[in-house]
Each structure stands twice: as structure tokens, then as C-alpha cells.
């Protein structure tokens, strides 16, 4: 079996360590699914465990219940383990050596589809064509053929393979209940579900995509007796056909269901949005052909990502700040059926750095003020091959490089979707027109009307400019000082509010102790 390449997210445990005269204690504060991220754990689940001084070593004791885990990966914040499949469903405790007992309970079923890093409205399944080939947005799966998914927490099987053990290759090893799968809302057949051979914890599930599944992203979901897995994304070749949208999302948080700003910057996902990737040309309203109205305004076009069906945009500033607008994409083929979202004064997203070793981590893009360096952990810094110690190491403030931030320190918070931006913040001033950007000479300043509330790890923080970046369009830049009272850490939660309660809390920034 060619393997897949899995999403096993590295979290950061927030709990402090419990210390005792010459000891330090081992502290769990959070055990989570492993293929979903969320808290249904089963007997035979692969789960991720998070905490402080857990060890670096897989034969530490991990106990469930009177019942011994299996350790698969070791750090002192993260176990990975296979949760033993003889436990009783029901509540339990986990410790790991002599750790205080952390409660959880297990289900009987916790089904957790695994992931590869992908784009647009969520992770792309971890999924095989029969050529062994991976599936993604370059080798979309094909209507019809038999495909290979990978999964957790699909329950017991039939015989049981013992906790920590392999799979054996063959014969092949079922699962005692049969799941179902659904790719667009279809019904797929399926023809195997069991352990993965050679896998500790891992199962397979094999099916036909059903020859009606249209071409682009599709959503895929797995049930099985009764309880369902987070909807995923499998790539799907399509033909020659008008365009679909999916959804249009925030183009920094990809907040699902959230209302949208004019002014601000979004992302369309669906498929058939044309044959060519166009990354420049802003702003213009149409690329080869494909272009997205609003209301029946042309928005500018930033990306037209047609290998992954993927197009952002300037929303128009025209638009209505509360009710509905409808959204439509053309291409050479045809006109989508309209789309319909909800529109806001403010809904503010914060944009990211991310991070390949961590993908769960969401590091906001922060620079310090008036400098190229970026704020953000020395560990992002390194993968990202940037020089690290700015202050410190004598680099020049036009330079990039990266750390974290100091209390004290003046930063600029990048994030889109803060509302009106009118000269100097004037509630009865003209709003940026569509398709133009703020001057890059700052002789005219576009202020928020509205002020954003700013809070690092859970302090206030003090706003200073809250405005459109010079020289950008749907870009605003949120200056503040890292206040006092910040906690530290490579992962401090950051939230930003605007009066009409849309907030983003999904980033993170890195302070120093």
C-alpha cells in the first residue's frame, strides 16, 4: 500500500505543570481524536494526547482505565496513542506515568476521516486512487473508480487485533459494522471497511465514487452506527461544465457560515472556474473569460486558482452592510446558479502564517512596527528559514526575520474585514471605491469609522491606527502594544471584536516570557 501523507496536527498544551519537591509531574489537558481533532474517543482510536513533561519516550505508561495504551509518537506536549481496544465504553480516565487522572469517555463508535494539506473549504481526504496514486487537487479522483480512504474509530473488528499490533496484510480484517460513505450527497458502494494492513489503529475503507458525483471539490462524509466523521473535501474530476460555487468565505479566517463586509477580501470555492491559474492582473474583474458578480457588481479579481477551484476577490464596497446579496461566477461555459450570503457592517479575519511542521497552528501575520520583522515563534522562523533574533542580532529594520514579541512592543496586526475605511475615519465620508487601492503615500489615511477591540491572551490590548494598509484594497492594518499583563508563549490566543460583535479568535501570536 502506498501510503498517504496523514495530517497528525502537533497542538500546544496549555496547562501548566504541577511540580512536587523533586519532581515534576506529567499534566494532561486535553485527549482528542486523532483523525477529527475533536473529543469522541472509541476503544482502538488512535488519539492524540496534549500536556506538559508527557515524555519523549513511546515506552512511557499510558494507562485507560486497568487498560495499557499504545504509545506511537512521543514529545513532551504531544502522545500520540492507540487507545486500548479492550477498553469498556463509557467513562474512563487516562494518565500517562504517575500523571493526575484526566476524565474522558469513550463511544463505541468516534469516526475520524484523516487528512492531507489541502485548500479552499476544508482538508482534502486522505484517499487513494487504484493506481496507488494520492488523491488531491493534480490527480482528482475519477467518478466510477475504486478508492481507498483512511479513517479512525470505525469500532471493533472481526477478529480483534490486539492493541499496539499491526494489522496483518492478509488475510484482510474486517470491521464488525459496515459503514456508509457520501460524496456530494450520494450514496458510494463500498467494499471493504477493516484495519489498514500494517497499520497500528489505522482503518480502510474502499469504495466506488458514484458515477454522478460532479467534477471539483466535493464534500465525502462517513457514518457508521450512527455516529458521523467532519465533512471532508475529495478533489473530483469533472468535464466541461458551468461552474459551481461551493461556498464564499472570509478570505483570511475561511470562517464557515460567517457573514461577509463589503470592502473586504473573500474566497470562492467551488469547481469548473475555468481552465487557467491567474494570479496577478488586480483589478480587473475578469480573467480568460471567468469573472464574479455580487449583486450583479463586477468584484475585482486578486486569484483565479482554476486547478483548485479557488477564486479571491475584492468584495464590492457598494454592497449593502446587513441582509442578503447573491454571488454569482461565469466562465466561457456558463453562468453558476446564485449564491447566496450574508452581509455584515464588519466581520473581521485575521490573515496567518502557516506552518507545514504544525498545521494546526495559526499564526497571526504581525509584524513589529515600522519593520519587515515578523512576530512569530522561533520554531516558524526556523522552518521558514528567517533569520531570528531581530532585535537582538543587529538586523537591519527594512530586513525580514522573525520572533516573538516582547510586552511593551508596538505591532501591526494584518486581517481583512473591518468595515467602512473612509479619510480620516469621517462617519460621513466616501468609502474606498471598488477597484481602487488606499495611496501608498499615506497623504490620504483610510480610518475605520468603527474601532476594533484588541485582546492578547485575554488582555486588552491599546488601538492606535485601525485602517486600511496604504497601497492595499480589502488589506486593513490594526496597530497596538503587547500589553503588560500578556501571558507567554509560541501560541497566545489574539482576538479581534468590532462593535456589531463579529469578532476572529482563531489566531494565535508568540510572546516572550
Same mark, same amino acid.
Given at each position: ?20 519537591? #523533586? ?101 482534502? /481526504? ?64 463500498? !467494499?471493504?471497511?477493516? /484495519? ?26 462517513? #457514518? ?64 480568460? #473569460? ?90 516558524? /522562523? ?16 527594512? /530586513? ?39 495611496? +501608498? ?60 460583535? !463579529? ?6 501570536? +508568540?510572546?516572550?516570557?
Amino acid at each position: 500500500m502506498k501510503s498517504a501523507r496523514f495530517t497528525m496536527v502537533l497542538l500546544l498544551a496549555g496547562s501548566l505543570c504541577q511540580t512536587l519537591p #523533586g519532581q515534576t509531574l506529567p499534566v494532561i489537558s486535553g485527549v482528542f481524536n486523532g483523525g477529527s481533532f475533536d473529543s469522541r474517543l472509541a476503544p482502538g482510536l488512535l488519539a492524540d494526547v496534549f500536556g506538559n513533561n508527557l515524555g519523549t519516550d513511546t515506552s512511557v505508561a499510558v494507562t485507560v482505565g486497568d487498560k495499557q495504551a499504545k504509545v506511537t509518537l512521543a514529545i513532551p506536549t504531544q502522545l500520540v496513542i492507540e487507545i486500548p481496544v479492550d477498553a469498556p465504553v463509557g467513562p474512563a480516565a487516562i494518565r500517562v506515568g504517575n500523571s493526575p487522572p484526566f476524565s474522558i469517555t469513550l463511544l463505541q463508535y468516534a469516526p475520524g476521516l484523516l487528512s492531507q494539506s489541502g485548500t479552499g473549504t476544508g482538508l482534502v /481526504a486522505a484517499a487513494h486512487a487504484q493506481s496507488g496514486d494520492v488523491v488531491d487537487i493534480f490527480n482528482p479522483a475519477i467518478p466510477g473508480e475504486s478508492l481507498a480512504l483512511y479513517a479512525v474509530g470505525l469500532g471493533p473488528t472481526n477478529p480483534v487485533v490486539p492493541t499496539g499490533t499491526p494489522a496483518p496484510v492478509t488475510p484482510q480484517v474486517p470491521t464488525v459494522a459496515p459503514p456508509g460513505i457520501t460524496v456530494a450527497g450520494q450514496a458510494a458502494a463500498i !467494499q471493504f471497511s477493516g /484495519a489498514a494492513p500494517a497499520q497500528i489503529g489505522l482503518y480502510q475503507v474502499i469504495f466506488t465514487l458514484p458515477a454522478g458525483v460532479p467534477g471539483g471539490n466535493q464534500p465525502i462524509m462517513l #457514518g457508521i452506527g450512527g455516529a458521523i466523521s467532519r465533512t471532508l473535501t475529495l478533489p473530483v474530476a469533472g468535464r466541461s461544465s458551468p461552474p459551481a460555487i461551493g461556498a464564499v468565505v472570509n478570505g483570511a479566517s475561511f470562517a464557515a457560515n460567517a457573514p461577509l463586509a463589503p470592502g473586504s477580501f473573500a474566497s470562492v470555492f467551488g469547481s469548473s472556474f475555468g481552465s487557467i491559474d491567474q494570479l496577478t492582473g488586480f483589478p480587473a474583474t475578469g480573467f480568460a #473569460g471567468v469573472s464574479v458578480t455580487f449583486n450583479g457588481i463586477g468584484a475585482p479579481l486578486v486569484h483565479v486558482i482554476a486547478s483548485s477551484g479557488q477564486i479571491n476577490l475584492v468584495i464590492p464596497s457598494e454592497l449593502p452592510e446587513s441582509g442578503t446579496v447573491t454571488v454569482a461566477v461565469t466562465t466561457p461555459a456558463g453562468t453558476s446558479a446564485s449564491f447566496t450570503v450574508n452581509m455584515a457592517p464588519a466581520a473581521p479575519g485575521i490573515f496567518i502564517v502557516p506552518s507545514s511542521l504544525i498545521p494546526k497552528r495559526r499564526t497571526a501575520a504581525v509584524l513589529f512596527a515600522n519593520t519587515a520583522w515578523k512576530v512569530m515563534p522561533d520554531a516558524l /522562523a526556523q522552518e521558514l528559514s528567517l533569520p531570528g533574533h531581530c532585535h537582538s542580532g543587529g538586523i537591519s529594520r527594512a /530586513a525580514i526575520c522573525g520572533e516573538p514579541a516582547s510586552a511593551g512592543d508596538f505591532i501591526q496586526i494584518y486581517m481583512t474585514g473591518l468595515g467602512r475605511a473612509t479619510p480620516n475615519g469621517d462617519p460621513a465620508g466616501t468609502p474606498l471605491p471598488t477597484g481602487t487601492v488606499a495611496p +501608498a503615500d499615506g497623504k490620504t489615511v483610510y480610518l475605520t469609522v468603527s474601532q476594533p477591540g484588541v485582546s492578547i491572551g485575554g488582555v486588552p490590548a491599546q488601538v492606535s491606527f485601525s485602517g486600511l494598509a496604504p497601497g492595499f484594497a480589502g488589506l486593513y492594518q490594526v496597530n497596538v502594544q503587547v500589553p503588560a499583563g500578556a501571558p507567554a508563549g509560541d501560541d497566545v490566543p489574539l482576538n479581534v471584536t468590532m462593535p456589531n460583535g !463579529q469578532a476572529d479568535s482563531s489566531t494565535t501570536i +508568540a510572546i516572550r516570557p
